[in-house]
């Protein structure tokens, strides 16, 4: 298996502009994670899906983030507007049912300008 | 609600000594308890987990730790590092039987040649 993919792993972007974040799970595991990772905040949950649901939101910041799971094999985290605030480092992971080992992707660094 | 406490920002050590990274944690409810590591520009792996069972844990690269219920700690410990520890150690918990992980703010070891 690939291991989770996550696309660009590069993004630079000027503020208000929208900006989307892909990732590609790994092939069967029904848990989905979106992290992001500053200096200053460490390591955040953003959210979590199980089964392509949205179980626990509590993490994102605001309105401008929204996230989807169309499938099982497809996530978007897309952020709208984007402010200079949200330069970071946006992981996703992915687990399987009752293993509780979350496998991390690259990261998409993001820097909104 | 379950939180992680890394006291330790940065561990130097010389090549070939022993080293243990600390970690507490706090909560409520039985928890699962992890160590990850990350290396530069890349994602996290995950070292090692403690679901049930021994408290002492065994994971990749050499790297044991034990939890103590009673001090609420996870220390990670090593008995030789090498020039490829080199990384950021997260500690992280959950809730027990929930894929839901709170990270600490994380340990840069860095290892002396």
């Known amino acids: 298996d690939a291991g989770v993919i996550q696309s660009p792993r590069h993004e630079v972007t000027e503020m208000g502009q929208e900006v989307t974040l892909r990732c590609k799970p790994i092939s069967g595991h029904d848990y989905l994670f979106w992290y992001r990772q500053t200096m200053m905040r460490g390591l955040e949950l953003l959210i979590y899906f199980n089964n392509n649901v949205p179980i626990d939101d509590s993490g994102m910041p605001e309105d401008r983030f929204s996230a989807k799971m169309p499938n099982a094999s497809f996530s978007t985290l897309k952020i709208q507007p984007s402010e200079p605030r949200d330069s970071a480092v946006y992981f996703c992971?992915?687990?399987?049912?009752?293993?509780?080992?979350?496998?991390f992707g690259p990261g998409t660094r993001l820097t909104v300008t | 609600a379950q939180s992680v406490t890394q006291l330790d920002s940065q561990v130097p050590v010389f090549e070939e000594a022993p080293v243990e990274l600390r970690c507490n944690y706090s909560s409520s409810v039985s928890v699962y308890l992890f160590w990850y590591v990350q290396y530069p520009n890349q994602g996290l792996q995950l070292l090692l987990k403690?679901?049930?069972?021994?408290?002492l844990v065994k994971g990749i690269n050499g790297f044991e730790a034990e939890f103590n219920k009673s001090q609420t700690s996870f220390h990670l410990r090593k008995p030789s590092v090498h020039i490829s520890d080199t990384a950021e150690y997260f500690c992280a918990v959950s809730e027990a039987g929930n894929e839901k992980l709170t990270f600490g703010t994380g340990t840069r070891l860095t290892i002396i040649p």
């Open positions: 992971a992915s687990s399987g049912s009752i293993s509780y080992e979350q496998y």
């Open positions: 403690y679901l049930s069972g021994s408290t």
